[in-house]
Structure formats: structure tokens, C-alpha cells
């Protein structure tokens, strides 16, 4: 079935949060592709970015860094909105810096949604549930992708939350181990969750998304127009810090190599490692 969205889409990335978060070498064309992925046109593309004037005078590197990743987004089309980071003492003396990028963001999520049927926020901060639910309230659907620690009332309130770990190639593979296929391709190494587990019979499966493609709601991988795969697994090829009694969890995030099943049939998942945790 082929999938042509007319929905106008906005994107807000918070990318200091992303950034502390696990998303130091996030990928923001792959968060675009994600977000316009049943052909949706992105209308808002905005990079909410914090950036040191002061470390910069005194740091080439960093001045040179921030310039390429700023323009890097540019090319991807975001338009960049730099937050400079201010300087204070506090009653103790020391030096803070500050630079908080969530008002911008939440006021140009409100004023921009008017024009908007979609809207994604990347970011794990709870300070922006408010907002989520003001533009609900408006009649646009807000998806949000988050990394480590993105807080449950976040979750709960968006229309759809996606750990930005799931989402192929938008957080790297470790460099550890050599790139052989594309992700999704047998030989690769791609992320997913447990959905089932049954501890008698010590195995379970592992689901992922094969590429970046519409349809989300089909989580039956049988389903023709569904975007997962589904990969077996033994419980000893579970790394040791996952307690088996906890799965199945959306709240463990696997990176996995995938290979033909030694059941003769479908994929498994083998070189098991947690890489999000709760």
C-alpha cells in the first residue's frame, strides 16, 4: 500500500536536551526523514541550539565545531535559533552558565501550530506536557522523540513517543563494531525492544523498525503494511545486566546484530546489548 500524507509538519528539536541525553552524534536528517515519513511536507524546521561566546573567543575548536554543526542543520533545512549561554556567580561564587532554550521553543510551538496539522518535539524535558496539551486542544497531533531520562508525563501525554534510539541510523552504531549493511539488512546491527517473552520455554522476540516508513500502528510484523521486523532470541543471549523477569519492557532498548534464524526461518538476534535502560 503506498502512503502520500498531505500534512503540514512542524519539527523542534531541543537539541542541547538530545544532546546531554545520549544524542551527542544525532543525526537530524534522519530526524527529519522520521517526522515526514508518510510523505508529509515539513513546513517548520527549528534547531534550538545553545552555543558559549565566551568559550569561543578563547577555544578555536569549539568556535570552528559550533560554526560546521550550525551550518550542518542549515544544509538539513532547520533554521537554527542560537541561545547564547549566560555567565553568573552564585551566593557561593561560583561561575553557572545558563542557557534555556524552552521558553523559545514552547512559544514557537504555539504560535507556529496554527499552520501546523503535526507537530514533533525532541526533547525528554517534562516542562513542555503544557504545551503538548495546548496544541492538542488546537486540533494537531504532537509525536515526540526523546532519548535517556525523558520523562514519563511526556510520554504519556504525546500522541506518539518514540525513543530516538529506535529510529534507524538517527543515533549511530558504536564504532566498535565494523558497518556491514545498511540497517535492516541482514548482517546489521539494529535497535528494537522485547515485546514477548516466555520464561519457561527461555526465548522471546525482539522487534525493530526496518526502515524509516508510515504505518507505526501496525505493530503485528505479519501485518503487509507494517514497518517492524520481529527477530528471535535465547535468554542466554541476553547481556547480564537485564534481569529476564523484567521482560517483556518497551522500557529496555536492545541493539542487536540481526541474522537467519537458526530456526530455519525469520531473523535472530544475536551480539545482544542494552543500550538505554530504565
Not at 71 to 94: C, F, H, M, P, T
Not at 232 to 249: E, G, I, W
Request: proline share 5%; glycine share 8%.
Amino acid at each position: 500500500m503506498s502512503f502520500r500524507s498531505t500534512a503540514k509538519v512542524g519539527v523542534f528539536a531541543d537539541v542541547a536536551n538530545m544532546y546531554r541525553n545520549g544524542g551527542q552524534r544525532m543525526q537530524y536528517d534522519a530526524l527529519r526523514e522520521f517526522a515526514c515519513r508518510d510523505g508529509a511536507e515539513p513546513v517548520r524546521l527549528n534547531a534550538y541550539v545553545t552555543f558559549d561566546v565566551e568559550r569561543a573567543k578563547r577555544d578555536p575548536a569549539y568556535r570552528e565545531g559550533a560554526t560546521n554543526f550550525h551550518a550542518k542543520l542549515r544544509d538539513y533545512g532547520y533554521k537554527v535559533i542560537v541561545k547564547e549561554i549566560q555567565w553568573y556567580s552564585d551566593d557561593s561564587g561560583n561561575r553557572v552558565g545558563k542557557a534555556n532554550a524552552d521558553l523559545d521553543l514552547a512559544v514557537d510551538v504555539l504560535l507556529q501550530s496554527e499552520n501546523l496539522d503535526r507537530i514533533l518535539i525532541a526533547s525528554g524535558d517534562g516542562d513542555f506536557v503544557n504545551v503538548v496539551r495546548a496544541v492538542q486542544n488546537r486540533g494537531c497531533r504532537v509525536e515526540v522523540v526523546g532519548l535517556d531520562n525523558a520523562a514519563h508525563s511526556l510520554r504519556q501525554e504525546a500522541d506518539l513517543f518514540m525513543s530516538g534510539y529506535l529510529i534507524p541510523n538517527m543515533i549511530p552504531i558504536d564504532n566498535k563494531y565494523p558497518k556491514r549493511d545498511d540497517w535492516g539488512e541482514p548482517g546489521s546491527r539494529v535497535r528494537g525492544t522485547c515485546y514477548w517473552y516466555e520464561a519457561e520455554r527461555g526465548f522471546g522476540y525482539m522487534r525493530y523498525l526496518r526502515a524509516i516508513l508510515p504505518g507505526l500502528w501496525h505493530t503485528d510484523a505479519r501485518h503487509p503494511d507494517s514497518p517492524y521486523e520481529t527477530a528471535f532470541f535465547p535468554v542466554a543471549h541476553l547481556p547480564s545486566s537485564v534481569r529476564p523477569a523484567s521482560l517483556p519492557s518497551r522500557n529496555y532498548v536492545f541493539e542487536f546484530e540481526i541474522q537467519p534464524s537458526e530456526r530455519g526461518e525469520g531473523m535472530q538476534a544475536v551480539n545482544i546489548e542494552a543500550v538505554s535502560a530504565p
